[in-house]
Nanobody, 125 residues
Framework: QVQLVESGGGLVQAGGSLRVSCAAS????????MGWFRQAPGKERDFVAA????????LYADSVKGRFTISRDNAKDTVYLQMNSLEPEDTAVYYC??????????????????WGQGTQVTVSS
């Protein structure tokens, strides 16, 4: 089992920045990659970014490319999502997810096996 706990969400004005974190615990050795997803009220859960085990490979949704950066610190078993130039459309609950099968990065939520409880990010206009 892998436990994921997100933190760092909050309220920020449009154009501002925020960093959310995801701390993993338990059998973290079984994870192959990590991802961030987000879900706005009344909408489906959407892919945001993913990062490989080494951190050498990353993948982003087109809507956040150039504004968001995913990174990880394996010594701390923590994954980060740095969000810059935030827009009201970025308002959502942000979820961290861990993938334990295969080594490729995935945009599909169904490829991930463990999820955190989510952290709210609200961007005011």
């Amino acid at each position: 089992q892998v436990q994921l706990v997100e933190s760092g969400g909050g309220l920020v004005q449009a154009g501002g920045s925020l960093r959310v974190s995801c701390a993993a615990s338990g059998r973290t050795v079984i994870t192959t990659s990590m991802g961030w997803f987000r879900q706005a009220p009344g909408k489906e859960r959407d892919f945001v970014a993913a990062i490989s085990l080494s951190g050498g490979n990353t993948l982003y949704a087109d809507s956040v490319k150039g504004r968001f950066t995913i990174s990880r610190d394996n010594a701390k078993d923590t994954v980060y999502l740095q969000m810059n130039s935030l827009e009201p459309e970025d308002t959502a609950v942000y979820y961290c997810a861990a993938k334990t099968t295969s080594w490729g990065l995935s945009r599909s939520q169904y490829a991930y096996d463990y999820w955190g409880q989510g952290t709210q990010v609200t961007v005011s206009s």
